[in-house]
C-alpha cells in the first residue's frame, strides 16, 4: 500500500473523531465537570492529525507499507455508527459510551505502527505521538465511572496503557450499547441464520 494512502485514511479517521470529540465540547460546554475531558480529547485526536500530516510531507509518495485497509474496515464502521448516533440528541452518558468504544479501537496503535513502519530520516516526536497518555486515559474512566451510569462502566474496560497492551481485539469486536443500539456487536441476517457486521 502506498505511504500516502495508507497516511490519508488516517489523517482522515482521526480527523472524524476530532470533530466528534469537538461536537461533544458543545454539547456538553455548561457542564464543567466533564467539558475538560472532550476538549482534552479532542486536542489529542487534533494532535494525531498534525503529526501525520508532518510525516506525509516527509515521506517519499513512491514508499509503501503493510496494506492496513482490512484493519481500516472495522475502524470506519465504528466511527460511522457513532456519527451517526451523535447527529441525535445525544446523553452524556451515551457520548462516552461512543468515547469508550473509539479508545478501545485500534486507531492510535495503527497509526503508532504506520508512523514506526515508515521509518527513515523521521525525528523521534512522531513515532511517540500515540502512545498511550495515562493521565488522559484515567481521566476518561473518571468521568464513565462517574457519569456514564451502570451499562457504561460495565462496557467500560481499563484504559491504562498496560490494559490496552493486553487487549488484542479490533475494534469490529468490541460493542458498546448507546441508548438500546449496539454499536459494532456482529447481529443476524434475517431468515439466514448468519451472523452480519453493521
Known amino acids: 500500500m502506498r505511504i500516502h494512502a495508507a497516511l490519508d485514511s488516517l489523517i482522515e479517521l482521526e480527523w472524524r473523531v476530532a470533530r466528534l470529540y469537538t461536537r ?8 464543567p465537570a466533564v467539558a475538560g475531558i472532550w476538549w482534552e480529547m479532542a486536542l489529542d485526536e ?3 492529525v498534525g503529526v501525520l500530516t508532518i510525516v ?19 475502524l470506519q464502521d465504528a466511527i460511522n455508527a457513532c ?18 468504544r473509539l479508545e478501545r479501537s485500534e486507531l492510535d496503535r495503527l497509526g503508532r505502527e504506520t508512523v514506526q513502519a515508515i521509518g527513515g530520516d523521521l525525528p523521534p516526536i512522531p513515532r511517540s ?6 493521565a488522559h486515559l484515567e481521566r476518561l474512566m473518571r468521568t464513565v465511572r462517574k ?10 474496560w481499563d484504559l491504562r496503557p498496560e490494559a490496552r497492551l493486553r487487549s488484542r481485539a479490533s ?6 450499547r448507546i441508548g ?8 443476524k441476517k434475517k431468515g439466514k441464520g448468519r451472523l452480519k457486521e453493521r
Open 83 to 100: 456519527e451517526r448516533a451523535a447527529a441525535k440528541d445525544v446523553t452524556l452518558s451515551q457520548a462516552l459510551a461512543m468515547a469508550v
Open 147 to 156: 457519569f456514564g451510569g451502570e451499562d457504561v462502566a460495565r462496557e467500560a
Open 46 to 48: 487534533h494532535e494525531h
Open 180 to 187: 438500546g443500539m449496539s454499536i459494532g456487536q456482529p447481529r
Open 56 to 74: 506525509k510531507e516527509l515521506a517519499d509518495p513512491k514508499g509503501r507499507v503493510a496494506d492496513i485497509r482490512h484493519r481500516l474496515r472495522p
Open 24 to 31: 461533544f465540547y458543545r454539547r456538553f460546554c455548561d457542564l
Open 171 to 176: 475494534a469490529g469486536e468490541l460493542p458498546i
Open 129 to 134: 505521538a500515540f502512545a498511550p497518555h495515562d
